[in-house]
Every structure is written in structure tokens, then in C-alpha cells.
């Protein structure tokens, strides 16, 4: 990650202020929200290799578990503009058009040939790469392809090459692959897999299928979630109904098009219009006029400002801790049977969503983290003391900036301590124990049945 100072820069080159960055970019960062900066950091199209902070360690200590859980890449949108020409993107893969990608043309060869891997259920019936001329609603494109290519390659190169964590013999109990039944999670996580294993063998390859986008598996009954989760929805609704530019620009985009403002409002235009923005193609024309980047501005604006409140308010947050508890509970208690010395299972991939990304970062309370862009990736290594080797340590990372000591276990941990990571321990207490103490609550299944006082 190229982590951007924000103050006049120290000798040594970093300056405290600046380490809590969390994206990247290649420009000076805007002061204030800047709709078109923040856009561009969310389309994450592959340009310059991406230095990351993954795999930093005292040299004493040893790395025995990785697990990535990662939203897929660039896709094409799930909304259509009414009455408008949907942008003209190829999703077939070729190597020849940009961004391209050194694997690329040997991951479309070794993807034809898959007929050894084990899928559950319906995973077998989705392409492993995208291979339409005009895209599908949703359909992973080449630039998504290729984001995924380089985070593997990236993750390769500090994983295997350096930590030796999967060997050339590694063997298929040693990964836990599991992933939403949309095409675009499963070309993902084969993308990234692929540029990322020592050798990729579909012998090895056991793809589970999740149903749930919050990864909830048997544990999906929950009440109060839900009820969180609606009342979000009011917030969101209530922030809306008074922004009057947001109104205007609505309105003026409706009658260009021709259709009722509620219709524009609920064909959810802002998705629709960063595709045409990420692939740098015009917005959409009629006989009446175009929707222009002032119009992307403003929706772009109040999307920021949604996700600003969204931090505020706390409603999100109750949802987000009873939406990914299941999730982290499974997280946790792989990592404690790695610290026992189960050498199963080091190597975890969970491709999903940004409605699966974005919850697990704020249950985690990393609150300056911004709202999942195109195959963002959040990372929990496992870490060996070599001094101790029955103390075990975590390090969070997202999108390769290290956000351990953001999270609300660990903030105040380092103030303490000169290891630069987090003890297990801490983090099997916040997901076993503490997560439920806003709910008065002892438990996930009491706290999904305990009304608010």
C-alpha cells in the first residue's frame, strides 16, 4: 500500500499521523470529500504494483495461518438505468487489452481444463471465467479478473515465496475455500488462487458454496439483527428524504430520461453510473439531454455522507456485530486449533461481497476504513512467538495497511506492549464474550432474541 502522508514528513520518512491511513493512492490526498477521488480509490483499477504491509514480523517470529476474506473484482451492474443505453463493456478475457496481467493468458487455458474440481451444489454450473462479448448483469469483467490476478500474485510473494507457508507438496486439507454462488465470488476466488498457489491443481481444489452473503451458515437465525438492520434502513431513508440537492439531481436525471423520479431512485442509478465512471466510458445520453458528473458528484456526495452518519448513528454497528459473529466465530476457532498445532487449514479464502466486508469491518470497530472497494481484501495471519512458541499473535490487514490496533479489542494493546500485533487471546475474548456486552447479553443466540431497553 502507498500510504500517503498527510503532514510535512519526518526523516525517516514516515510520519506518526499518516501510519492509521487506510487506502491507498497514488496523488496527495484530498482535505475534504472529494466524490470523484473517492470514486476513483473504489473503481481500484490496476495501475503501479502495490507495496502491503502484509507478512511484517519480529524475525523471531514464525507465520502459521493466513485467512482472507476478500469482495470480488470489478463488475458489471446489478441495475440498469431505464430507458438508457447500458454501457458498452467485453467481458470476454484477452490478454492483448488493458489492464492485462502476466498470468492472464495461462488462467484462461488451466480455467478450461476444470473438470477435476470439486464443487458444492451449484457451483459446478457457473463459468470459471467470465466470457461474454457484451456483459451480464453482475458478470466479473477483465478488470476484475486482473485485480484478483495481482492480489494473488501479491499474496504469493510474501506468503509462499518468503514465509513458506503452503509448500510445493501442500496438499487439499491444508486450504478452506468457501464462496457465494455468484459467478463473480467464484471467478474471484479462482483468479486469486490461482496467481497465488505454489502450483494450482484442481485435484486439490474443494470450492464450498455459501448461501448466505453474511456467511452465516447454521446460524443464521437472528431477530435482533434484522430489526437492526431495518432500522438502518430508516436511517438511510431519513437522510435521503432531506437531502434537497441530492432531490434536484434526481429530478433533473428523471425527466432526461423520461421516467418517474421514484422509478430513477429505485433502479439505485449510483451503480449503474460507476461502472461507466470506472471504465471511463460517457454517461448515458438521451433525445432530452445527458446525466453528467455533476449529477455523479452529488449522488456520489451523499453516499459518502451516508456512510459518515452510518458510523455515527450505531445502528449499522448493532446490525454488523450480530451479522458477523458467525463468521468471526469460525474465524476464531480455526485460529485456536492452529495454535494447538492442527496443521489443517492455514490457508483460508472467503469470497464474498461488500455486504459481507463491510459489517466485519465495523464489528471489528476499524472505523476509518472506507466502504469495500472492488477486491478489497481484509487479512488475519496467525503468528508464532519463536521466544514462546505456546504465545500466539494476530495482525488484521486491510487492503495491505496494517489495521490491528484500530480494532476495539486491540487499540489500546501496543500503548503496552513492543510486539507489533495483537494476542490471540484478546481477539478470541471479543468474538467468544465481549461482542455481546452491548446487547446485555451473555451470547449470540440471547443476543439475537433480547429486545433494546
Known amino acids: 500500500v502507498h500510504l500517503i502522508p498527510v503532514n510535512p514528513i519526518k526523516e525517516d520518512g514516515l510520519n506518526p499521523k499518516s501510519r492509521k491511513r487506510i487506502m491507498p493512492d497514488l496523488l496527495t490526498e484530498p482535505p475534504a470529500i472529494d466524490p470523484v477521488y473517492e470514486a476513483r480509490v473504489y473503481c481500484n483499477i490496476p495501475t503501479i504494483a502495490e507495496r502491503s504491509m502484509e507478512g511484517h514480523a519480529p524475525h523471531y517470529f514464525k507465520l502459521v495461518s493466513v485467512q482472507v476474506l476478500i469482495r470480488h473484482g470489478d463488475r458489471y451492474p446489478l441495475y440498469a438505468i ?231 448513528k450505531k445502528l449499522y454497528f448493532l446490525y454488523a456485530l450480530l451479522a458477523t459473529h458467525p463468521l468471526l466465530n469460525q474465524t476464531v476457532n480455526r485460529l485456536q486449533r492452529i495454535a494447538e498445532g492442527k496443521k489443517e487449514e492455514v490457508f483460508v479464502l472467503y469470497s464474498a461481497h461488500d455486504v459481507t466486508l463491510s459489517p466485519v469491518l465495523s464489528a471489528l470497530g476499524i472505523t476509518e476504513a472506507r466502504f469495500p472497494r472492488f477486491a478489497a481484501r481484509l487479512v488475519f495471519e496467525l503468528w508464532q512467538d519463536g521466544k514462546r512458541p505456546k504465545e500466539h499473535f494476530i495482525r488484521i490487514l486491510y487492503n495491505g495497511a496494517d489495521v490491528t490496533f484500530q480494532t476495539s479489542f486491540c487499540k489500546d494493546y501496543y500503548k503496552r506492549s513492543s510486539k507489533p500485533m495483537c494476542p490471540l487471546e484478546k481477539f478470541v475474548s471479543f468474538v467468544k464474550r465481549d461482542m455481546f456486552l452491548v446487547f446485555n447479553s451473555t451470547s449470540y443466540y440471547d443476543a439475537c432474541r433480547r429486545r433494546p431497553l
Open 82 to 312: 431505464p430507458k438508457t443505453k447500458r454501457p458498452d463493456i467485453d467481458c470476454t478475457l484477452q490478454p492483448s487489452r488493458k489492464p492485462s496481467h502476466p498470468q492472464l493468458e495461462a488462467f484462461i487455458k488451466h480455467m478450461s481444463k476444470g473438470s477435476a474440481a470439486q464443487m458444492d451444489g451449484t457451483l459446478s454450473s457457473l463459468p470459471r471465467y467470465p466470457s461474454h462479448s457484451f456483459c451480464e448483469m453482475g458478470e466479473l469483467t477483465q478488470t476484475g479478473v486482473v485485480q484478483h490476478l495481482r492480489n494473488g500474485q501479491l499474496l504469493r510473494e510474501i506468503y509462499i515465496n518468503k514465509h513458506k507457508l503452503l509448500l510445493s507438496d501442500w496438499t487439499a486439507k491444508q486450504l478452506y475455500l468457501e464462496t457465494t454462488g455468484k459467478s463473480r465470488t467464484l471467478q474471484s476466488a479462482l483468479a486469486l488462487l490461482y496467481s497465488f498457489l505454489p502450483d494450482f491443481d484442481w485435484k486439490k481444489i474443494y470450492m464450498r458454496h455459501q448461501w448466505s452473503t453474511i456467511f452465516c451458515s447454521g446460524s443464521c437465525d437472528c431477530p435482533m439483527r434484522n430489526h437492526y438492520l431495518e432500522e438502518e434502513q430508516r436511517r438511510q431513508y431519513s437522510l435521503r428524504v432531506k437531502n434537497n440537492d441530492l432531490e434536484k439531481i434526481y429530478v433533473d436525471m428523471a425527466k432526461i430520461v423520461g421516467i418517474p423520479t421514484r422509478q430513477l431512485r429505485a433502479s439505485n442509478p449510483i451503480d449503474s453510473l460507476l461502472c461507466y465512471f470506472c471504465h471511463n466510458v460517457s454517461f448515458p445520453c438521451t433525445k432530452t439531454g445527458c446525466i453528467g458528473m455533476e449529477h455523479f458528484k452529488v449522488i456520489k456526495r451523499h453516499q459518502l455522507e451516508d456512510e459518515r452518519e452510518r458510523q455515527e
